[in-house]
């Protein structure tokens, strides 16, 4: 009796607890509020359920192994999208096509988007890679994809990379066909990327031909646009610097502000490009501000209303096209068809209302004649006091990238031939680096290596002083130029002396190192010496060593020296590239009409001895072939397919050809 008690009263405490449970049931909510419910985005939440249904497909798998559950999909094309982005910043190009085409396309059969193609276009493009990212268009296409206006700037971007500059620009001018033809209307972004394809692929004159186009569909004309401009500047190497200084004062006349970008082309155009004819230059540089034409205007196309009225359309883009016309004019003169010499009546001048519409011909009618100034070094010098002993003082140059009249005296250019002529046009770098100051631009390595390459100096210690001013340290790219400029001048010791000024700097050489030391080596014992020192550091001599060295040994014709140096390549295993064999083909040919029975000539002493060796060199010697530019963007095709075979090489390079 007394269990059957406790048991009841058990019963009865339990029975108590659930009642008190179902009512404080839902109570709790009130002291502990729910958290905020957080929708994640539709392909987050779509894998995570994937996930989630394979690991419960996997837990059932442990319980009952009988049963073979299906597979989902484990990834989405988003997903896909982000691990070729992150590739492609990664420079793994190929990896990225092989996990498109392999993984996504063919492995897991998902449909891709726009997106997918667009990020894989730009990838190629910024590589040059110009075909693949004309078949991915075309695939695109082809599968009822929208491309977008990111898409065909990339496309445009592809084009302008693209190794073969003819190739390139026609299929640029063929999407622009296209694009027409649909009645697509380009961005700013994609114009620059067409105006950059035309720069870099073609000439100056196309480049204007877009600008009118931009301008004329009211696009804004901004920083960017004419550094693209200087881009196709300096594909002229006759006339690119003079190209280059007239866009930098229509620049000023439009109030833009050069950036660093801009100021490092300038450097690039005064060492690649000359200025042309000093005569047009001088007419077309040194006249001052006020007979400059302003040829495009702040307004682009759209005239900017007041807060709170409406944006009013003017007339302004035809306008703005016959202004960058006359800017086309005022760059080449001589392909006006009215004109026939550069100096222009002002008859001419008033019917045409063109930029030449300024007084150039009274510039012979001055008081001081242009011949009567001459060129010594970097200043300009009378001639009545050249040969005096007693000289005036010397009329400075004038910074041309100056907006005023730089220098009022000076009324004409002589020759401009070398880059530190025409650095010294732009203020000598002083006056270029002050110019940067002004306009708050802060130079970068860059900046400093182009200004040493057109400088002439003999110690880099002030070089030096002024990047340590400017919060710019030197690099090994920095000295490698010096060394490189010395090399040049066949002073060796001078350019090792820059050795120890690396080291204490806290840079060690490297591989360019000794090839820009090789180019100084002109004798047996130097270049036999700087191959020594190589392998003493660990460094072994590549091809571009070797090619240094033969080259050196081949302009004194010294064949002693080549069959060295080919016996230490041969040792050392390293293929001669096509440089190399065209290089020794001309050392191992007799000059025109030369007779060794009727004459000695003591080069050509001992070229039999080297053409036996060389031949005979050839024979055991495998030679380097060319890689292809886009050789390392193609991927090899070894992924398994779901069926476990394997995807064959041949058929993966099918897609990629």
């Keep these: 009796m007394m269990r059957s008690s406790e048991a009841l009263s058990k019963e009865e405490e339990e029975e108590e607890e659930k009642f008190d449970a179902d009512e404080s049931f839902g109570l709790l909510t009130q002291k502990y509020p729910p958290k905020p419910f957080s929708r994640a985005p539709s392909a987050d939440f779509h894998n995570l359920r994937l996930q989630t249904k394979e690991q419960e ?17 484990r990834n989405t094309p988003y997903w896909y999208f982000l691990q070729c982005k992150a590739l492609i910043k990664k420079d793994k190009l190929a990896e990225a096509l092989e996990l498109f085409e392999v993984q996504m396309l063919k492995e897991e059969h998902l449909q891709p988007e726009e997106f997918n193609y667009t990020v894989l ?12 990212a004309l078949r991915l268009y075309n695939d695109m296409k082809k599968r009822g994809l929208t491309p977008t206006i990111a898409t065909y700037t990339a496309l445009f971007n592809a084009c302008a990379e693209s190794p073969w500059k003819d190739s390139g620009l026609q299929s640029a001018l063929k999407l622009r066909q296209e694009l027409v033809q649909k009645g697509i209307e380009l961005n700013p972004i994609a114009y620059r990327a067409l105006l950059k394809c035309c720069a870099l692929c073609s000439d100056l004159h196309m480049c204007l ?83 400059r034409p302003a040829l495009l205007r702040l307004n682009s196309g759209r005239e900017q209303s007041t807060k709170g009225q409406r944006k009013k359309k003017t007339n302004t883009p035809a306008l703005m096209l016959l202004d960058v016309e006359a800017l086309e004019k005022n760059m080449f003169p001589g392909n006006s068809p ?22 150039d011909s009274d510039l012979s009618d001055r008081d001081t004649d242009w011949s009567s100034v001459i060129s010594a070094g970097n200043q300009l010098v009378s001639e009545s006091t050249a040969g005096s002993s007693f000289p005036e003082p010397a009329v400075p140059l004038p910074n041309l990238l100056d907006l005023e009249n730089p220098a009022p005296q000076v009324i004409s250019l002589r020759t401009v031939a070398t880059p530190s002529d025409r650095l010294a046009l732009m203020g000598n770098m002083e006056g270029f680096l002050q110019k940067m100051k002004d306009e708050k631009v802060a130079g970068n390595i860059r900046t400093f290596i182009l200004l040493a390459e057109n400088m002439e100096f003999d110690s880099p210690s002030e070089l030096l002083a002024i990047m340590e001013e400017n919060h710019v340290k030197p690099d090994v790219a920095f000295f490698n130029m010096l060394i490189r400029k010395r090399s040049k001048k066949a002073d060796l010791e001078a350019a090792k002396s820059l050795l120890p000024l690396m080291l204490q700097n806290g840079l060690s050489p490297d591989l360019y190192t000794f090839c820009n030391l090789a180019i100084a080596c002109r004798k047996l014992k130097e270049g036999l010496q700087l191959l020594s020192d190589m392998k003493r550091s660990g460094i072994k001599p590549n091809v571009q060593i070797y090619g240094a060295l033969i080259n050196a040994a081949v302009k004194r014709l010294n064949y002693t020296y080549l069959i060295e140096i080919l016996k230490d390549m041969s040792r050392n295993q390293v293929a001669p590239n096509e440089v190399i064999i065209k290089t020794l083909e001309f050392a191992a040919q007799y000059p025109p009409n030369y007779d060794k029975y009727q004459k000695k000539d003591h080069y050509l002493e001992k070229i039999d001895g080297f053409r036996a060796f ?35 090489q041949d058929q993966g390079s099918q897609v990629l050809k």
């Design 121 to 132: 276009i730009g990838g190629c493009g910024r590589v040059g890679y110009l075909k693949k």
């Design 57 to 73: 497909e996997e837990d059932d798998d442990e319980e009952e192994l009988e049963i073979k559950p299906r597979r989902g999909r």
């Design 338 to 359: 009215k004109t026939e010499t550069p100096n222009r009546s002002r008859e001419d001048a008033k019917d045409r209302a063109t930029p030449e519409s300024s007084d």
């Design 209 to 291: 031909d877009i600008l009118k186009e931009m301008v004329g569909n009211g696009h804004p004309i901004t920083t960017d646009t004419f550094n693209v401009l200087l881009m196709g500047c300096i594909s002229d190497k006759e006339n690119g610097f003079r190209y280059a200084l007239q866009v930098w004062q229509q620049m000023g006349k439009l109030n833009l502000k050069p950036d660093l970008y801009t100021y490092n082309l300038m450097l690039s155009a005064a060492k690649y490009c000359g200025i042309g004819d000093t005569e047009v230059a001088s007419k077309l540089l040194l006249r001052p501000s006020e007979e």
């Design 614 to 648: 060389y031949f005979r060199w050839l024979k055991w010697m495998a030679g380097e072939e060319t890689p292809h530019p886009w050789s390392k963007y193609r991927y090899k095709n070894l992924a398994q397919s779901k069926d476990g075979d394997r995807l064959g």
